[in-house]
Structures are given as structure tokens and as C-alpha cells.
């Protein structure tokens, strides 16, 4: 779950105000669209929510952690409650699919048994059996990306927050991959999405939130976006 | 790269070593020196020689003596003699003289202070001090410390910069692999370990390495000077006997410049 009250956001090197008084809430379990047009504030705000920075001000609370008040070293433990998805994908060249997957567990000291039972199950899940000891790039943009949502949610998040997931991918992909993320939201976590995709937004009947020049314009649940 | 650390640490404690043992050599053949460097009491004209003598245990008794060896009028004379040709020293007896006590000691940089305390002594009429020879003597050997410490601290820092660079470009190809860890939520620890640990072998590595190269360094060089006419006048210090503190010293440096070198390599890649 999200809180964001009344934050704003203003670069200290460069005196920009990327985010002006923004109110967003989302509850446990929902799928929301968040669009703008670029430079619009979308980075910012998931710097904000994985920890990156620091809001100049306002209250942001992350899945019971207060962003602005807590100290630096339980931010490892509030980012093991999110998982992350960007447009390049991020993954590791010379590690294997499975290993990619599993390198998320590892690093947070999961037991090689269970990573042994975690993975194959979350990469049967986003439909990529038998792309096990493939590396990233003998797979396609769809499957990488596939791979990238595996280990986001391989270890069991309370929310996947995807910053343009489909910025590189066909349009098919991306209505593939969206697909995915709905499955996901379905079996209980939450999921914001990042886009600025118009026709995909559109093809939900999700809730979209949308930023322009730091503030929030529209939020409603009736799936459209109809910014220009 | 893991080449050019270790070479760079390395060369960092050899050149660092050889300045030491240039230090440690010159401290030694100061202290030399300071121990020729002497001073004489002289005893009251009007004691017998048995009286004289009776001086020994008062003179050993003051602080900072290490040694004090009695010289009658005649010993003296004869040395003097010794010095000079015969006829400048036609119709002089050894009236002349007096009884002395030569004395060696133990810190001369405490010279003044003893000097007084001889002279305190009943029975001592005059003590003769080279007070500002043995305060030069400490001057050089001061000298001597600081240059080496100011060096070898510079070293440190120059090799702590260059190995956190080798590091940083050993990295640099893992960033990806470290912002992956912090997005899922590693710890800093985690994530730092094995460059720490890293650093370290390659430190520890280049400690071994500069050790051996010291020591086969050191010996030629001191069998050359050995050779040269040099060799009359002074002694080195044998390997052997700094082996093991340079060993020391080698390792530790090259594990903390190792260790913290890997810890400020990655801090950057850490703060995301």
C-alpha cells in the first residue's frame, strides 16, 4: 500500500520542482496505471517510492514504512516488500534465466532449497518453461522482460511497480505482458504501472492516475487517458 | 586488473619499505655515533686516587649513566701524550692532570640533565659535555623520523587512492549487478563483501610479493655498499633482524589498503 500526502519534490542541484503537492493513495491489491508525458514527474515519484530520494516534503508511507523518517539501513527491508521492472530490463548478461531469477533470492539470503522450489514456479507463472539455462539475449524483448517480472516477484512482494515495462516491446508484447501483470495483480499483489502508452491504458478498465508537471490532473477508475 | 592492484601495491611498499630501512640505518648509525659520543668528570684536585676511586659507585648511581670508567692522572697523561709529540710536551708531569671518570650514556638527548647531576656529585669539580653536539645528533635523527613518517604516510594515501581505482574500474562493469542488488533489497554489507574481500587477498598478495622483492632489494644493495669503501666506516643492519616487523608491516598495510581501498570503490554504486 501507497500513501502520498501533500508531497513535493524539488532537486536541491538544480532547484526544479519535479513533483508539487501530490496526494495519491493506493490500496493493497490494486492495479493502477500511472501516465504523463515525459518529464512529467513519473521517475520521481518511483525514486520516492523505492527510496532513491527523499521528498523535500510532504509524508510518503511504502507498505507500512515511513519513507521520510526511516534510517538508511531499513530501506533493504522495505525494498524486499516491492519489486521492480524497467524498460531495459536490467538483467544480468552472463547469468542464465534461472539464475537471474534466483541471484534476487540469493542476495537476500534466501536458502538454496527453497530457491530450488521459488523459481521454476515463478518462471511456469510468466510462461517461460524450458528458457531456464537460456541467456538474456538468446531471448526475445517479450521473454526478457518476462524474466525481469520473474525476479521482481520472486520474492513474494506486497507490490510490483513497473516503470515502463513495455517502452521496448510491439505492441502484441505489450498487450501480452500487461496481461501478465493483470494475472498478478489477480493473485494479490499490487501492481503500478508506469506508461504513457495511451491505447494500452485504454484497453483496461483499470485506475489511471495522471501527472503533468508534478502535480496529479486526473484520477479515476474509469480506465481512461485521454491526455494529449 | 586484479594484475595492477597488486603491482601497484607492491610498488607502493617497496618504495615505502626502502625509505624505512634507509631510516632504520641511518637511526642505528646515529646511535653509533651517539655512543662514542662521551662525557668526563673531572674529580676535585685535592683526592687521592683512592678517594678517587671511591667515586665509582656515586657517578653509576645517577640516572642515565650507562657506563663510567675511571682514568688516573697518568692514563690520562699517557693519552694525551699519545696525541701530541714529545717535545711540546717537555716539563709537563701528570700534576697537570687530573682524575676523571669517562662516562657513556644511556639517552643522550638527556645529556644536560645528567651533566648537572654529575656535577652535584661531591668530589666532581668540572664535567665536560658536548651538549651541542649531542643535540644535533637528536636534530638529524628527528629529521630523519619525520621525512621517513611524512613519506610513508603519503605512500599510504597514494596507494589507498590508486587501489580504490583499480577497484573502481574492476567495478565499474559490475554496477548493473549492484544496482540489481540494491533494487531487491541487499544490504550494503551484502553487497560490499566481496570486493572488501577482494581487496584484501590483492593486498595481502602485494604485502607477500613486496616483501620478498625488499629483502632481495636490501641485499644487494647493502652488498654493494659493503663492498665499496664504505664498508670501512659503517655497519648496515642485517636483514634478518627487520625481517619480521617489515613482514608485518608489508601485510598489514596491504590488507587495510586492500580492505578499505574495495570498501571506497563501490560507496558510489551503494548510495542508490
Redesign the interface.
Known amino acids: 500500500m501507497v500513501q502520498m500526502n501533500d508531497v513535493t519534490m524539488v532537486y536541491e542541484s538544480s532547484g526544479a520542482t519535479a513533483l508539487q503537492d501530490v496526494d495519491i493513495t493506493i490500496n493493497e491489491g490494486e492495479f493502477v496505471f500511472l501516465v504523463g508525458p515525459s518529464g512529467s514527474g513519473k521517475t520521481t515519484l518511483i525514486k520516492l517510492l ?1 527510496g ?1 530520494i527523499q521528498p523535500s516534503e510532504g509524508e510518503i508511507t511504502v507498505n507500512g514504512f515511513d519513507m521520510c523518517r526511516m534510517k538508511r ?1 531499513k530501506v ?5 516488500t516491492i ?2 521492472v524497467f524498460q531495459d530490463f ?1 538483467l ?1 548478461d552472463n547469468m542464465t534465466v534461472y539464475d537471474n531469477v534466483a ?2 533470492m540469493r ?3 534466501t536458502s538454496e532449497k527453497l530457491i530450488r522450489e521459488r523459481v521454476p514456479y515463478v518462471l511456469n507463472l510468466v510462461g517461460l518453461d524450458g528458457r531456464e539455462k537460456r541467456r538474456p539475449q538468446e531471448l526475445s524483448g517479450g521473454e526478457q522482460q518476462r524474466v525481469a517480472i520473474a ?1 521482481a516477484l520472486v ?1 513474494s512482494p506486497r507490490m510490483i511497480i513497473a516503470d515502463e515495462p513495455t517502452g521496448n516491446l510491439d505492441p502484441v508484447r505489450s498487450l501480452e505482458l500487461m496481461l501478465l501483470l493483470e494475472k498478478i495483480n489477480e493473485l494479490g499483489t499490487t501492481v503500478l504501472v508506469v506508461t504513457h502508452e495511451k491505447e494500452l491504458v485504454n484497453a483496461f478498465s483499470k485506475r489511471v492516475v495522471a501527472i503533468d508537471s508534478g502535480r496529479v490532473i486526473s484520477d479515476g477508475m474509469d480506465g481512461y487517458y485521454s491526455y494529449e | 586488473m586484479s594484475f595492477a592492484s597488486v603491482t601497484i601495491i607492491m610498488a607502493c611498499l617497496l618504495i615505502m619499505g626502502s625509505f624505512s630501512l634507509v631510516a632504520v640505518n641511518i637511526n642505528s648509525l646515529i646511535k653509533d655515533l651517539e655512543s662514542q659520543n662521551e662525557i668526563v668528570a673531572f674529580v676535585n684536585e685535592d683526592y687521592s686516587q683512592s678517594q678517587a676511586k671511591a667515586l665509582q659507585p656515586k657517578i653509576e648511581a645517577v640516572d642515565n649513566v650507562a657506563s663510567a670508567e675511571f682514568v688516573s692522572r697518568e692514563q690520562a697523561m699517557k693519552n694525551f701524550m699519545a696525541d701530541y709529540s714529545k717535545d711540546q710536551m717537555e716539563g709537563i708531569d701528570e700534576s697537570v692532570f687530573r682524575d676523571r671518570y669517562v662516562i657513556h650514556l644511556t639517552d643522550i638527548s638527556l645529556m644536560a640533565q645528567t651533566k648537572t647531576a654529575l656535577e652535584s656529585v661531591t668530589g666532581v669539580a668540572k664535567v665536560n659535555a658536548h651538549v651541542d653536539y649531542a643535540n644535533d645528533m637528536i636534530t638529524v635523527r628527528n629529521i630523519v623520523s619525520v621525512v621517513t613518517l611524512v613519506l610513508i604516510v603519503i605512500l599510504v594515501i597514494v596507494s589507498f587512492f590508486i587501489m580504490t581505482n583499480t577497484i573502481k574500474l574492476a567495478t565499474f562493469s559490475r554496477r548493473e549487478e549492484i544496482a540489481i542488488m540494491k533494487m531487491v533489497g541487499a544490504t550494503n554489507g551484502f553487497i560490499r563483501l566481496p570486493f572488501v574481500v577482494e581487496g584484501l587477498v590483492l593486498g595481502l598478495m602485494g604485502g607477500v610479493l613486496a616483501f620478498f622483492a625488499e629483502w632481495g632489494l636490501y641485499s644487494l644493495v647493502t652488498g654493494k655498499i659493503m663492498e665499496t669503501i664504505a664498508g670501512n666506516f659503517v655497519e648496515v643492519v642485517p636483514f634478518a633482524s627487520v625481517a619480521t616487523p617489515v613482514l608485518l608491516v608489508f601485510l598489514g598495510v596491504g590488507i587495510l589498503v586492500g580492505a578499505f581501498g574495495g570498501v571506497n570503490a563501490i560507496r558510489n554504486y551503494l548510495k542508490v
Not at chain 1, 533493504?76 to 524486499?80: A, G, L, W
Open positions: 523505492t532513491e539501513r533493504p527491508k522495505m525494498r524486499r519489486g521492480v536490467r544480468i541471484f534476487a542476495v537476500v539470503g525476479r520474492n
